[in-house]
């Protein structure tokens, strides 16, 4: 869903950029500095994590409007240490974030603005969006069919 939201804001032009980093259970600074500067252009060749995050957000501040997209959150994330204006001190008004979590505990952790929360599909509707995704590549062996049920 994270995917679409920035594939969308892309094609309606509504940011100068669009950053999308999966940050997972366990996530590395190093790689979502990395992820986040490959997006942006930008090589990063420095070992310390502020001198990385302060190249990351002088890079970020260059933009009008971004978003960041930080997809699979599992607790607080310290935006500065990773070199993402935030906030509403001034630091970057034009600076949207968009967090994706399962824990609405990580929303609150990360101080969000506004937390959407998102039910479960219903099986039939679930197995529908399956057979369209997977349409090409879903035979109708009995055998398959009877896995992917």
Do not use: Y
């Not at 969000?112 to 349409?135: G, S, V, Y």
């Amino acid at each position: 869903m994270a995917k679409e939201v920035g594939a969308r804001a892309n094609l309606e032009h509504l940011f100068d950029v669009v950053i999308m980093v999966d940050v997972t259970q366990t996530p590395n600074k190093n790689t979502i500095q990395s992820s986040i500067a490959e997006q942006l252009g930008l090589k990063l060749q420095e070992k310390s994590l502020l001198v990385r995050a302060a190249r990351v957000s002088a890079r970020l501040k260059m933009l009008t409007r971004m978003l960041v997209i930080l997809d699979d959150i599992w607790s607080r994330l310290d935006m500065e240490e990773l070199g993402i204006p935030f906030g509403s001190d001034g630091q970057h008004q034009g600076c949207k974030i968009l967090l994706t979590s399962r824990s609405i505990s990580a929303c609150n952790q990360m101080r969000a603005d506004r937390i959407f929360k998102i039910r479960e599909m219903p099986l039939n509707e679930a197995w529908l969006l399956f057979e369209r995704t997977a349409e090409k590549s879903f035979h109708p062996d009995p055998n398959l069919h009877q896995v992917a049920r």
